[in-house]
């Protein structure tokens, strides 16, 4: 069945500059890719992706983590990989999340690691189920940023919405 998996390239391995490696690896899939960005990660957002985690003790740690300020790169790069049993394949290639458990030919098991202080720095994220990547595909993308239509959507009217625009 066709599905959407939120893919983010996190900032350690953007300052490793493994984005080639690691979309060369995600190629195998061959899922189509129907967005992707590079954002900044602000707190709010962070701490949403991971609100999942908000009681462990490493909560903190992860939230300036994906924020980059661990390693001075603030943005990661955020893509929808869709297409036929997009989250399974999408998560075989990553690995486990806990780089030393993850099989050495994965992503994180290739990229990842552990940081004196406990943080996985594995690389990539991969939404774990549907209802995982429908919740962060809707907090990293809006709906017309993504070429397919994934989830409904209705069209509202912003009047008083302050946007940039080419001076």
């Known amino acids: 069945m066709s599905q959407a998996t939120l893919i983010l390239i996190k900032p350690d ?19 189509e890719i129907v967005a992707a ?20 003790p490493f909560f903190g740690e ?4 994906l924020r980059g300020e661990l390693h001075d790169r603030h943005k990661v790069m955020a893509l929808i990989y869709w297409g036929e049993d997009a ?9 486990a999340t806990n780089p030393e458990e993850a099989d ?3 992503i994180r098991g290739s990229y990842g690691r552990i940081t004196t202080t406990g943080v996985y ?3 990539i ?11 962060e595909i809707k ?11 994934l989830y409904p959507t209705k069209d509202v009217v912003c009047k008083e919405k302050k946007i940039k625009s080419w001076a």
């Open 37 to 56: 960005k590079i954002s900044r990660v602000s707190k709010e957002l962070a701490e949403e992706h991971y609100r999942h985690l908000k009681d462990k």
């Open 62 to 65: 992860i939230i300036r983590y």
């Open 104 to 106: 050495s030919t994965s």
């Open 13 to 31: 391995g953007l300052k490793k500059s493994l984005t080639g490696n690691i979309l060369t690896r995600l190629s195998e899939t061959k899922l």
């Open 87 to 95: 989250i399974v394949k999408c998560r075989k290639l990553a690995g």
């Open 139 to 149: 907090l990293w993308f809006e709906p017309e940023e993504i070429i397919v239509n």
């Open 121 to 123: 720095e594995n690389v």
């Open 125 to 135: 994220h991969v939404s774990a189920n549907e209802s995982d990547a429908e919740r």
